[in-house]
């Protein structure tokens, strides 16, 4: 496991993920992207293992990004974050291809940490 890319619209949301990332994993190289143009960029030119996806951005959201990535990346593990915490909304992150679904108001730093650490045992 090497690297983690997280793609959310919200500059300190992204911000307070890679913080709590790096309090448990210093060594994994940790990218941020702010739409889904980004994200395409930068999984093109290096995939990540692990990709925190939101759902609303600007631009392409986050199911249609994930369907894009998982089609050409079927082994990045999707993580769909978002406030958006609705049996339709994890209902629709999985039919798009998302591995996991967390929610932004019940996650913990440790739920988040723990997710982290047994996607990387299975590696």
């Known amino acids: 496991m090497d690297e983690i890319l997280i793609v959310d619209d919200n500059t300190s ?9 790096r309090s448990k994993f210093p060594s994994i190289r940790i990218r941020e992207a702010q739409d889904g143009n980004a994200a395409i960029k930068k999984t093109t030119e290096q995939p990540p293992d692990i990709i925190f996806m939101d759902v609303r951005m600007p631009g392409e959201n986050g199911f249609k990004l994930t369907r894009r990535i998982k089609r050409v990346y079927p082994e990045i593990v999707v993580i769909m974050i978002t406030s958006y915490d609705s049996p339709e909304y994890q209902q629709a ?21 723990q997710r982290v650490e047994s996607i990387m045992a299975s590696y």
């Open 13 to 21: 949301f992204r911000s307070m993920l890679k913080r709590i990332l």
């Open 93 to 113: 992150a999985f039919e798009s291809g998302a591995d996991f679904f967390v929610s932004k108001k019940e996650a913990t730093a440790e739920d988040i940490l």
